[in-house]
């Protein structure tokens, strides 16, 4: 229960402003409730905060002044307060930071808002039917007690708004205020349209069966692409619903949520809750209320949805538990995966992570008995998994500015001839990662960052993928003033289209790239058409591994197999491993059989071997091992500090000074690496250096690195992130 304070106690407030304490104040007129959102003043100005709880107190209380208001919102309950003070300690953030995650909803200080809504009247009917006045009448009767907005109810009907209001003067329509944030419609768990296989009942039963204990536990769905995870998932969903607890799933796209809420509606009659960026304002509104309030039974959403006020959170699903798009790379650097886990401990609730091709984290969990595993081998209907081949670059004699091999556009043509897909697979955005100049060498870089330009050639533009930034692509060598010698180097997806145009005159080709589109919407068109048969050709970067269905598709063709196997990132292997399964799996969906066929100079490489060879307990047995013995993440601890400053030499001397005060990290056993400069050395004018700590996996990480970071005064224009279990180390 959470306490109650009278007018005038003594209550600690935490604010979204970034202090490094709480801040007292007496609680107003009418006392208020631990966890109440409130406003308080703040120097001149007002600002929201939390009522965390009693004051501190121990210094003079006639100048401690008053909380302004009680918002109209649910107070935070004690399950997410501890879930944000977990949070920061684990990801050592400010409370401040943490608050301010929880709290993404816009207008939370508004006064509860109205609207006039539109319902049938008591009087039976007017005192003259005009055809107009019919419509009205019937479009009300056929949603028997729906209530609409003026304008939704004319537009029904196809009738003007004084049509309406008409039918209100006489009774027959009746004109009410009602909150303007609606609960959901609710969803009917009972309402089932497909017919599961033994296997995928198995499975829904186990997650079920986690729902209904009550308590926290994790399990690992495995299936391979087109086995199902999602109607096994979506049956767990059931299961929470008629519990009476709401049900959360994380997709890492929000590209793939209009496909995914259709299936929610298929299932359950009605859409859920929607979290994202591309949500407007007011729906973001209504679903951060209708969650506290319980008037949202679903959410579907990106990480940040993690954050909203659950009224009793009993199950969350993380789609696609592999994808780095969890991990947060800005501000609160957190994982998701890792968040919801932390999360459903805290409130009995169950976490599902479904993958085609877990991380090796999950697998190490699955392993030490920590999560449990369910699989789904086969796959839905008559599909099969596609048949993997390698191509042998170094036998194919490519011409320069070339890179689809002889045997690939063999492959291609055939299935083009035969009216199905193929899709090309390249994780390079843009025409050519590089630009070089023929005359002096010069290679065009961005003004603000340590990382090469990227030619754009349908924005002909030119753009650095750290900052966003962009140019025109100059006529002359920006260093030598040679005109005409700029040339591209390597293939971006736009260059490959060019090259297939070549090869494939006649075939309908389509690029998805991420970069070529404004929207969301605008990107979820073009794969519906896609999907649809609208071309004969798809050009991708990794966007198209994510789950997108194309039964067409019965060919991938990989460009460069060996692209992501060149990083120094530990988990480069993996990734290659996970993203050439994903994009393989596109392949086949439907009853036509499947090939995959990977462009690759080292077809020998244990991790090819591992990919085409489909072996992949091997894989990760393998690459567990590697792991344990480099005594790295999963077997051990990792911490990345970046920090950054436009001072080059304040940054390193603030690096070194740190590199010097390692006892606090040495007393856990822990080692620093470091500083060194960060490979992206600058990004927006700042100059950036890296330290590196690596402790075994018991160690008490977080309060030592505290420690240690807290030994020194920084500048201010300097910034330092800690990033625990770092998953990019650039
Ligand atoms: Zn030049
Ligand atoms: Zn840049």
């Known amino acids: 229960m959470l306490h109650h304070f009278d007018e005038g106690d003594l209550v600690s407030v935490l604010t979204t402003q970034p202090l490094d304490r709480m801040l007292d104040y007496k609680a107003p007129e009418g006392g208020c409730f631990q966890g109440a959102f409130v406003e308080v003043p703040l120097g001149p100005r007002k600002v929201i905060g939390v009522v965390w709880d009693k004051g501190e107190g121990g210094y003079d209380l006639a100048k401690v002044r008053s909380v302004i208001r009680v918002l109209d919102a649910v107070p935070m309950r004690e399950e997410m307060a501890r879930f944000l003070t977990k949070a920061a300690e684990y990801t050592l953030t400010p409370m401040s930071a943490m608050l301010r995650l929880a709290t993404r909803s816009p207008g939370l200080g508004d006064p509860p808002s109205m609207r006039v809504i539109y319902r049938r009247g008591t009087v039976d009917a007017p005192d003259r039917w005009t055809s107009a006045r019919e419509k009205v009448v019937a479009v009300l009767d056929d949603f028997g007690g729906l209530a609409f907005t003026l304008k939704e109810l004319a537009e029904m ?23 303007r ?16 296989t033994d296997e995928q009942s198995g499975a829904a039963r186990t997650l079920s069966d986690g729902v209904e204990s009550r308590r926290y536990g994790t399990t690992l769905l495995k299936g391979v692409t087109g086995s199902g995870k999602t109607e096994v998932y979506l049956e767990a969903v059931a299961t929470c619903l008629r519990a009476g607890r709401q049900a959360l799933v994380l997709l890492p796209e ?60 009993g199950l969350i699903v993380v789609d696609e538990e592999h994808d780095t798009s969890y991990k947060q790379e800005d501000g609160v650097l957190y994982n998701a995966r890792d968040m919801a886990v932390l999360r459903a401990s805290l409130n009995d609730a169950q976490v599902v992570l479904a993958s085609a091709t877990p991380s090796l984290e999950s697998w190490a969990n699955v392993e030490a008995g920590k999560y449990a595993r369910v699989e789904l081998t086969s796959r839905f209907g008559e599909a099969v998994m596609p048949e993997m081949r390698a191509i042998d670059m170094r036998a194919e004699s490519l011409p320069s500015n070339r890179w689809i091999s002889e045997t690939l556009a063999r492959a291609v043509r055939v299935r083009v001839e035969a009216d199905e897909q193929a899709l090309l697979f390249l994780n390079r955005r843009g025409y050519a990662p590089v630009t070089i100049c023929r005359a002096c060498g010069h290679q065009i870089g961005c003004d603000q960052c340590d990382a090469r330009m990227v030619e754009h050639r349908f924005q002909r533009r030119l753009m650095c993928h750290q900052c ?20 591209p180097v390597g293939p971006g997806v736009e260059r490959l289209a060019e090259e297939v145009a070549g090869l494939f005159p006649d075939a309908r080709v389509a690029i998805l790239s991420s970069d070529l589109f404004g929207s969301a919407r605008a990107l979820k068109a073009q794969i519906e058409e896609i999907a649809g048969g609208g071309a004969d050709i798809i050009i991708g970067t990794q966007i198209v591994a994510k789950g997108h269905n194309f039964p067409h598709l019965t060919l991938v063709g990989v460009i460069d197999a060996d692209l992501g196997l060149q990083g120094s990132d530990l988990r ?42 489909g072996e992949e307990e091997a894989f990760w047995r393998a690459e567990a091992a590697e792991r344990k013995a480099a005594g790295v993440p999963p077997y051990g ?36 690496f470091g500083p060194a400069a960060a490979p992206i050395a600058r990004i927006r004018g700042r100059h950036r250096v890296r330290l590196l700590v690596k402790a075994e996996k018991s160690a008490p990480l977080q309060q030592a690195l505290s420690a240690w970071i807290g030994q020194l005064k920084y500048p201010t224009n300097l910034r330092l992130s800690v990033d625990i279990d770092p998953q990019s180390f650039l």
């Open 468 to 487: 966003g930034e962009t140019k025109p692509i100059p006529a002359a060598c920006p260093s030598c003033e040679a005109e005409d010698r700029l040339a």
């Open 181 to 196: 944030d609606l609960p959901y419609p609710r969803l009917d768990p009972e309402r089932s349209r497909v017919a599961l």
């Open 254 to 313: 929000i590209a793939l949520t209009a496909e995914f809420l259709t299936r929610v509606e298929d299932r359950f009659g009605a859409r859920p809750a929607e979290w994202h960026s591309g949500v407007t304002m007011t729906e973001r509104r209504r679903a951060w209320k209708m969650v506290a309030e319980g008037g949202a039974e679903l959410v579907v959403g990106a990480r940040s949805a993690l954050f909203l006020p659950y009224r009793d959170l």
């Open 157 to 179: 009907a196809g009738v003007s708004t004084s049509v309406v209001k008409g039918l209100v003067a006489q009774g027959v329509v009746a004109e009410e205020q009602s909150p």
């Open 637 to 672: 601890r990792m911490a990345g500090i970046v920090l950054s400053s436009p001072d080059v030499q304040e940054v390193f001397d603030v690096g070194k000074a740190l590199a010097a005060r390692t006892e606090p990290l040495h007393r856990i056993g822990a080692q620093v």
């Open 572 to 613: 480069a292997a993996e990734r290659t491993f996970q993203l050439m399964r994903q994009v393989a799996g596109r392949a086949g969906r439907a009853e036509k059989p499947g090939l995959a066929l990977m462009q690759t100079y080292q077809p020998e490489h244990p991790v090819i071997r591992a990919i085409l060879s």
